[in-house]
């Protein structure tokens, strides 16, 4: 518990004396804030003056919404380990008794943990949608692992927090693949499958539907999307520290 409280102060030290950090960590707060305040007012705007229902798209817009939380706080632990990676301060960790097993792990599933439970705030809090909570907890499992995959894909690709800032930027494509998931109709959209985000939304909408079957698949196939990217990323950092 020691160790625990240690890194949490030494992450929370690294985010206060960013200026960057310090707003991606309030990006989840705003994405809460946009749905629960600003959505209402933009779909009851174009119900009265442009004849849309823009209140049928919502369960996507959530969906889609309910990522970006998980994403931010990747970019967050990301970045952290870029920075302790450019200070030595993970070849001075790997010989101590917590080594860079435990230091991972803490990062990863901290971010994990940030990310699940504001899977819950996006979804009920917002008042946008009515998911039944039934489905809940393994969405938010999936959604959840979005966080460790992109501070993996930061970790493992770039060699400093400059060049992370610009692979950050590469991570727009990969959120591309929920709009593929719900606006392409035919079967092509699977290709888009590749990319762990796109399960997310099949899965969310299935919930939504309340097809149990469709659901349960697609969880499946985003879990083990999510789990074999995160693994591919872990091995390139891993290496990387040999």
């Excluded at 796109?198 to 999307?225: E, H, M, P, Q, R």
């Amino acid at each position: 518990m020691k160790k625990i409280f240690a890194l949490s102060f030494a992450d929370a030290r690294n985010v206060v004396r960013d200026s960057t950090l310090i707003l991606v960590l309030f990006g989840p707060i705003g994405v809460f804030a946009f749905l629960r305040f600003v959505v209402p007012l933009i779909a009851d705007h174009l119900a009265a003056e442009r004849t849309f229902d823009l209140w049928d798209h919502c369960p996507f817009i959530v969906s889609f919404m309910s990522l970006l939380p998980s994403m931010l706080f990747g970019l967050i632990f990301g970045f952290i380990i870029l920075d302790e990676r450019d200070e030595d301060i993970i070849s001075f960790i790997a010989v101590t008794p917590l080594r860079k097993s435990g230091y991972l792990s803490y990062k990863l599933l901290a971010s994990v943990l940030m990310s699940f439970i504001f899977f819950f705030i996006i979804v009920y809090l917002s008042g946008l949608i009515t998911l039944p909570i039934k489905y809940a907890f393994a969405l938010a499992v999936m959604v959840a692992l979005e966080a460790p995959m992109v501070a993996l894909f930061l970790a493992a690709f770039a060699v400093n927090k400059v060049e992370g800032l610009a692979f950050s930027k590469m991570l727009g494509v990969m959120y591309l693949a929920p709009f593929v998931a719900y606006f392409v109709e035919s079967n092509w959209q699977y290709l888009a499958g590749i990319f762990p985000p796109f399960w997310v939304t099949k899965a969310f909408l299935a919930a939504k539907d309340n097809t149990s079957l469709s659901y349960w698949v697609f969880i499946a196939a985003g879990l083990t999307t999510h789990l074999g990217v995160i693994g591919l990323f872990l091995k390139r950092f891993v290496d990387n520290q040999r």
